[in-house]
């Protein structure tokens, strides 16, 4: 099993949406200094976590792809559930 492995077609989405919340957070931090309305500021902050939901769910899949197949595939299959239960008690809190 290969450690860290993000498939091509999955690193360049991951990248690209990492950028659009790189933005997002660019633009929170600048309606801050500009005193904007606090309800545009809220607004501005649930897109941002929004796009990382996005990230979570890309790199998650990506990691099903890869990581937990490979783990299946060579009889690993109580390590792979024992990673999809410790993400989903992470997603839940």
Same mark, same amino acid.
């Given at each position: ?10 690193? /360049? ?39 990382? /939901? ?40």
């Amino acid at each position: 099993m290969i450690h860290g492995h993000i498939q091509p077609e999955y690193g /360049k989405r991951l990248s690209h949406r990492l950028k659009i919340a790189q933005g997002q957070l660019r633009g929170l931090e600048k309606m801050i200094t500009e005193h904007a309305y606090c309800v545009d500021i809220f607004y501005q902050s649930l897109a941002i976590q929004e796009s990382l /939901k996005s990230f979570d769910g890309l790199i998650f899949e990506n990691h099903l792809k890869t990581h937990i197949a490979d783990q299946f595939k060579n009889g690993e299959e109580a390590k792979a559930l024992q990673e999809l239960l410790k993400i989903y008690k992470l997603k839940r809190k």
